[in-house]
């Protein structure tokens, strides 16, 4: 690599200008530090959008990478490989699945999901048009077309026409809303155990199971979107196992890799089966790389101390913030699950959840948005007390520059 400094005027120059991202190019990190190329140092909250589960510079993650580096990078699904299948074995034995496939990202994993149900319905209910699914408005399932579609954001499909049909929206943790539109036509009901990007919102438990019961009646697959909440976020393995509602498909991903790009889909054999060679794919689905660290990170934060300590320090973020936003009156709450925590904008602040971004980023914090209205905390599940209490303190000063 050149030892040329680049500037947030490159990225305008040579990106396409999809994203906005902050002036500050971070460079390295250690466990729940992160320092950018000029030296300044921040406490890390966003963890690479839950996605740096386990902080910057893990151990065991690095050093699966770097022993994996050194024996085999790619086969194609041509062949299969061992750290593949060990991860296979790992998650099905932690979890309701039987059968997984990999892929490298959660968008992909929803797309991988959504047309295993429209083809098991077309299995199993030949002829009988079982082929809608129903989403919930708020949802995020990705940026593929079809991902974006299920998802119940209007905004990320306008412009994109022609859409994928056959997809409606019910209202979130509103039961009757689903009665009036699940039918023996509906092949799959998705959702989010927490609505992340639409605004940290756990679903409540009675509505899940309701959701299940259902889909149940009328032979509907359930698929759990769990790309932001799975791999200890909310201090289960999976937030299912917390819920107590098991899904028929799960999807996972981000925090899946700590960094490195992996997804997967899992489900059972009898659905799986729906799945024949040939029907669906992806050229680095189970690298070898991917999976290796994958196999690292799946050790390391499926513990009982590691997932018991997830509740604990998420009460503790969720206190300080609490006292925080009453202090400088700025949140109307704080919810969320385990990791996963949103603190919600008040009256004054309506659509301003970025500022509190920028405020953070120039005084040593980094924390998230999810939407205008949520600023979204998803920090590393082993980031310790120092880090939380160093981190909340430099957000409390960030948010007495703005208020
Ligand atoms: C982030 C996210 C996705 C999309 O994952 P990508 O890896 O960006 O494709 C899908 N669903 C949920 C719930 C997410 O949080």
Redesign the pocket.
């Known amino acids: 690599m050149s030892d040329k400094n680049y500037s947030r005027a490159t990225f305008d120059e040579v990106m396409v200008p999809n994203y906005n991202p902050a002036t500050i190019i971070p460079e390295k990190g250690q466990g729940s530090r992160v320092w950018d190329q000029d030296g300044n140092e921040y406490i890390d909250f966003a963890g690479g959008?839950?996605v740096t589960a386990l902080g910057h510079n893990h151990p065991a993650m690095v050093a699966a990478l770097k022993d994996q580096a050194d024996k085999i990078w790619h086969l194609s699904n041509v062949f299969t490989n061992k750290p593949a299948l060990e991860l296979a074995e790992k998650l099905t034995s932690a979890t309701f699945a039987d059968k997984v496939f990999f892929c490298n990202?959660?968008?992909?994993a929803?797309e991988a999901a959504f047309k295993l149900v429209r083809k098991y319905a077309n299995d199993n209910y030949p002829d009988q048009g079982k082929n809608e699914i129903i989403a919930f408005k708020q949802?995020?399932?990705?940026?593929t077309l079809f991902?974006v579609c299920v998802g119940g954001q209007p905004k990320y499909t306008e412009g994109f026409e022609p859409l994928p049909q056959g997809i409606t929206h019910g209202e979130f943790n509103n039961i009757d809303s689903l009665k009036a539109l699940i039918s023996d036509k509906t092949c799959a009901v998705v959702m989010?155990p927490v609505q992340?990007?639409g605004g940290i919102i756990p679903a409540d438990p009675e509505f899940a199971r309701q959701v299940r019961e259902l889909c149940d009646q009328h032979n509907a697959l359930l698929v759990f979107?769990?790309?932001?909440?799975g791999v200890g976020r909310t201090g289960n393995l999976y937030a299912y196992q917390g819920l107590g509602v098991t899904p028929d498909i799960l999807?996972t991903?981000?925090a899946m890799g700590g960094g490195f790009p992996i997804?997967a889909m899992l489900t059972t054999d009898k659905i799986a089966k729906s799945m024949g060679v040939g029907t669906h794919g992806s050229t680095y689905g189970g690298n070898p790389l991917a999976c290796a660290v994958s196999n690292a990170v799946i050790d390391t934060i499926n513990t009982p101390e590691m997932l018991n300590s997830v509740k604990a320090k998420g009460a503790r973020i969720s206190a300080r913030l609490a006292e925080i936003g009453e202090k400088y009156d700025v949140f109307s709450g704080v919810r969320g699950e385990g990791l996963l925590i949103g603190a919600v904008l008040n009256e004054k602040w309506q659509g301003k959840a970025r500022q509190f971004l920028e405020a953070g980023w120039s005084n040593g914090v980094m924390v998230l948005v999810a939407g205008m209205n949520v600023v979204r905390l998803a920090p590393a599940l082993n980031i310790t007390d120092e880090e939380i209490d160093a981190g909340l303190e430099r957000f409390e000063k960030a948010i007495a520059s703005i208020a």
Request: charged fraction near 30%.
């Open positions: 959008i839950a990202s959660g968008g992909e929803n949802s995020f399932h990705g940026r991902t989010e992340g990007e979107d769990e790309v932001q909440t999807t991903a981000k997804g």
